[in-house]
């Protein structure tokens, strides 16, 4: 696998690697705990966002099990970072990779995380040679359950009470779509 060419656009989207200019906007959506909640972690801190921009701006070798690539997304033409989107690499071996998003809700509703999330899945098998591209989320996340299902990806799982949220049992959705699904989709 390669370290995959940043940045590119689609239609309306501009991603990119985060530099430390990105401090605010990340802060603005990644302190929430409306936004937390479906992560399984409490909201950054500002602190936290300052390390999370120096690890993210240095990019990965995308090599090992674990290296992942943290994209940042801007509305084309504007500088404000609106969410992200992340690859990991699961298992170099076996080619299967992690995808998830994260967006300001204040830019919700626009389409911005399934054209991201569309896109960096196209770089995924393009570009990284994933054979198997998978995505884990809360299934009270119904926002990305959407964009799952936009993608064409098939839920493989429904884990029932597999992750403590501070005080509640969260239950978690695999959905996956393999390299030969997303080129019979895309022709």
Not at 82 to 98: N, P, T
């Amino acid at each position: 696998m390669t370290t995959p060419l940043l940045p590119f656009s689609t239609e309306r989207l501009l991603l990119r690697l985060f530099t430390p200019d990105d401090l605010d906007d990340l802060y603005a959506y990644q302190g929430l705990p409306d936004v937390a909640r479906y992560l399984y972690r409490p909201p950054l801190t500002r602190e936290q966002c300052v390390q999370s921009l120096t690890r993210r701006a240095a990019g990965t070798a995308w090599a090992k099990d674990g290296d992942d690539l943290v994209v940042a997304v801007c509305p084309v033409g504007e500088a404000k970072v609106v969410g992200e989107v992340v690859l990991k690499l699961a298992s170099a071996r076996a080619r299967q990779v992690e995808i998830g998003w994260v967006f300001n809700p204040e830019y919700g509703g626009r389409g911005y995380a399934t054209e991201a999330a569309r896109a960096i899945a196209a770089l995924a098998f393009s570009e990284l040679d994933a054979h198997r591209l998978f995505a884990r989320l809360d299934v009270l996340n119904t926002g990305s359950v959407r964009v799952c299902e936009r993608l064409g990806m098939r839920r493989e799982a429904y884990l029932v009470e597999n992750d403590l949220d501070g005080e509640r049992w969260g239950s978690e959705y695999v959905y996956a779509m393999l390299a030969r699904e997303w080129k019979v989709d895309r022709t």
